[in-house]
């Protein structure tokens, strides 16, 4: 498809009755301060959980599902209807009937460090849970010396609120001393194979055509694709060449901190930050080449510019780029019923930018962008669709407890569509 980019514009969700973004052509500014979402802003949900919120389609509240959480990082449900909540220092924890249960998940893997990035990252259940009780966590391995970590997947039989024969599936190609961009998102595909995001670890990007994540011979900047037992698929692209790694779907990618395939059309969405500027949503493709960091809308943290290109003939174009970054995180595409005028939109939580962002999508096109409680709940973690249809969000804080909320309709005027 042609190459787009789009400017969004940050305004309040309260009283919108339009769009908050819309689709401009040329080449975005890049003038965003922050990257990587790392400015910290207190809580408010106390007074937006008693407020109705209004939005373009729809009115919600914000409800509190569970509170006094250790930087929750991602969700995820069973069949029984048990919410599983990922804290990055290293636990899993359950709600169940409502209530968060105060003992974590024991049996899973020791982190590489509980502070920063490298803690424990997605939680998955296997599409037949109910036949096989697999569970998926992704986290930052550490090495024998602790000294340093990579993206590593373990699975492990649930059997009534513990786990039992764990056991590592795929260990990356990733190893650094740092404790950044690590990625660790999970989904499965409707082709019934596990996706796997693995961000490149945070080297500078002035190393341009060296950089790790162009270099196909190591898992840095990548989404790979693996059997749920770990084996590479026979069609993966890069199977059978000496120069590359046969896990790799797509390659060229800095830190992607949401993964969703859309259970409509089965299409694999990422997103991944900017460094300052330049935030993306992409369409995955097999074999896909996404370009950082010689191509780029970012700058680097100090200002100066590392690249003036924006797109490339063999690189694959964001659908939709932010700039200013809002600092992206979790993300889905919504399919509920409790929503339907937002059927088939993207969400993407925004930490820095502290919003929920709905990118309105027309099949793989981006139209605009509908910003949803703009400063109202601190930073967006993680984005989930519940069981329930409900659109759940993991908030986080660097500082204090934090809590899982759910956005419920609120009664209005405005016909469904169809």
């Given at each position: 498809?042609?190459?787009?980019?789009?400017?969004?514009?940050?305004?309040?969700?309260?009283?919108?009755?339009?769009?908050?973004?819309?689709?401009?052509?040329?080449?975005?500014?890049?003038?965003?301060?922050?990257?990587?979402?790392?400015?910290?802003?207190?809580?408010?949900?106390?007074?937006?959980?008693?407020?109705?919120?209004?939005?373009?389609?729809?009115?919600?509240?914000?409800?509190t599902v569970a509170d006094g959480?250790?930087?929750?990082?991602?969700?995820?449900?069973?069949?029984?209807?048990?919410?599983l909540i990922v804290e990055r220092?290293?636990?899993?924890?359950?709600?169940?009937?409502?209530?968060?249960?105060?003992?974590?998940?024991?049996?899973?893997?020791?982190?590489?460090?509980?502070?920063?990035?490298?803690?424990?990252?997605?939680?998955?259940?296997?599409?037949?849970?109910?036949?096989?009780?697999?569970?998926?966590?992704?986290?930052?391995?550490?090495?024998?010396?602790?000294?340093?970590?990579?993206?590593?997947?373990?699975?492990?039989?649930?059997?009534?609120?513990?786990?039992?024969?764990?056991?590592?599936?795929?260990?990356?190609?990733?190893?650094?001393?740092?404790?950044?961009?690590?990625?660790?998102?999970?989904?499965?595909?409707?082709?019934?194979?596990?996706?796997?995001?693995?961000?490149?670890?945070?080297?500078?990007?002035?190393?341009?055509?060296?950089?790790?994540?162009?270099?196909?011979?190591?898992?840095?900047?990548?989404?790979?694709?693996?059997?749920?037992?770990g084996r590479v698929p026979d069609?993966?692209?890069?199977?059978?060449?000496?120069?590359?790694?046969?896990?790799?779907?797509?390659?060229?990618?800095?830190?992607?901190?949401?993964?969703?395939?859309?259970?409509?059309?089965?299409?694999?969405?990422?997103?991944?930050?900017?460094?300052?500027?330049?935030?993306?949503?992409?369409?995955?493709?097999?074999?896909?080449?996404?370009?950082?960091?010689?191509?780029?809308?970012?700058?680097?943290?100090?200002?100066?510019?590392?690249?003036?290109?924006?797109?490339?003939?063999?690189?694959?174009?964001?659908?939709?780029?932010?700039?200013?970054?809002?600092?992206?995180?979790?993300?889905?595409?919504?399919?509920?019923?409790?929503?339907?005028?937002?059927?088939?939109?993207?969400?993407?939580?925004?930490?820095?930018?502290?919003?929920?962002?709905?990118?309105?999508?027309?099949?793989?096109?981006?139209?605009?962008?509908?910003?949803?409680?703009?400063?109202?709940?601190?930073?967006?973690?993680?984005?989930?669709?519940?069981?329930?249809?409900?659109?759940?969000?993991?908030?986080?804080?660097?500082?204090?407890?934090?809590?899982?909320?759910?956005?419920?309709?609120?009664?209005?005027?405005?016909?469904?569509?169809?």
């Amino acid at each position: 498809m042609p190459h787009r980019t789009i400017r969004t514009r940050m305004l309040p969700s309260a009283g919108m009755a339009a769009l908050a973004g819309v689709v401009a052509c040329g080449q975005d500014s890049g003038e965003s301060a922050v990257g990587d979402g790392e400015a910290q802003v207190a809580l408010n949900g106390a007074e937006a959980a008693t407020a109705v919120h209004s939005s373009a389609r729809h009115d919600f509240r914000v409800v509190t599902v569970a509170d006094g959480l250790d930087h929750p990082w991602s969700l995820a449900w069973l069949p029984s209807g048990e919410m599983l909540i990922v804290e990055r220092p290293g636990r899993l924890r359950i709600v169940r009937d409502g209530v968060l249960q105060p003992e974590p998940v024991a049996g899973w893997p020791t982190v590489y460090r509980d502070e920063g990035q490298g803690g424990f990252m997605d939680i998955l259940p296997h599409p037949d849970f109910a036949g096989n009780n697999w569970l998926y966590l992704s986290y930052g391995k550490p090495n024998e010396e602790g000294s340093a970590g990579t993206t590593t997947v373990a699975r492990g039989r649930w059997d009534d609120g513990r786990v039992t024969d764990v056991e590592e599936i795929f260990e990356s190609s990733a190893w650094h001393d740092n404790n950044n961009h690590f990625s660790g998102r999970m989904a499965f595909g409707l082709d019934g194979y596990l996706y796997l995001t693995v961000g490149d670890r945070m080297f500078e990007p002035d190393m341009m055509a060296d950089h790790p994540a162009l270099d196909v011979t190591n898992h840095m900047g990548t989404i790979v694709r693996l059997h749920d037992d770990g084996r590479v698929p026979d069609d993966n692209p890069f199977v059978g060449r000496g120069d590359a790694l046969p896990e790799i779907w797509s390659y060229g990618h800095r830190n992607l901190q949401g993964l969703a395939v859309d259970p409509g059309t089965g299409d694999v969405w990422s997103n991944e930050h900017g460094p300052r500027g330049g935030d993306e949503l992409n369409l995955i493709v097999s074999g896909g080449d996404y370009g950082w960091p010689v191509v780029s809308h970012g700058i680097n943290y100090d200002g100066t510019v590392y690249t003036t290109e924006t797109a490339g003939d063999a690189v694959e174009s964001p659908r939709f780029v932010w700039t200013p970054s809002i600092g992206i995180s979790g993300m889905m595409i919504y399919r509920g019923d409790a929503f339907p005028w937002w059927r088939g939109s993207a969400f993407v939580g925004g930490m820095v930018g502290e919003q929920l962002a709905r990118v309105i999508l027309e099949g793989t096109d981006a139209l605009g962008v509908e910003t949803l409680l703009h400063g109202e709940l601190g930073r967006i973690r993680d984005v989930r669709e519940g069981p329930d249809g409900l659109i759940y969000l993991a908030l986080e804080h660097a500082e204090e407890l934090t809590a899982v909320v759910r956005l419920e309709p609120v009664a209005s005027d405005v016909m469904p569509p169809g």
